[in-house]
């Protein structure tokens, strides 16, 4: 029986680990968590909430191909300021209106992969 959600793994290419710093921890937020040592000798970075309810993992993945469709979707409050912060970092934000009781957009890393953001409306 399923319980919660651990964390979400994402793609990354080689030597992309300062550029996805750049991204979820400057950009988004997160702060990066270690990775196991046997783990971190395959490269990659690993990031979640101050709180460490959510995790974000980045595996390296050779040949690298962005997902593009498939994508976390990440529950926010105060989605407009984190919309903001995203472009001021230079992130695209495209908001949708098409999910019932919801404001979202997506913007992607920096390496491509597609994120949701979404806030559910009061």
């Not at 959600?5 to 990354?12: S, T, Y």
């Not at 080689?14 to 490269?43: H, M, T, W």
């Not at 995203?86 to 209106?97: E, K, N, R, S, T």
Request: glycine content about 8%; hydrophobic content about 45%; charged content about 20%.
């Amino acid at each position: 029986m399923l319980v919660a959600l651990d964390h979400v793994q994402l793609a990354a290419p080689p030597s992309s680990e300062d550029r996805l710093r750049s991204f979820y921890v400057d950009a988004l937020g997160l702060v990066e968590i270690p990775k196991p040592p046997v783990l971190a000798r395959r490269g990659g970075v690993w990031f979640a909430t101050a709180d460490g309810c959510v995790q974000l993992h980045l595996g390296i993945e050779d040949p690298f191909r962005p997902a593009k469709k498939a994508h976390p979707g990440l529950r926010v409050q105060g989605i407009d300021a984190l919309a903001q912060r995203l472009a001021a970092h230079g992130a695209p934000v495209v908001w949708d209106d098409t999910l019932p009781g919801h404001r979202r957009f997506y913007s992607t890393d920096t390496v491509g992969n597609r994120l949701e953001f979404l806030e559910p409306l009061t």
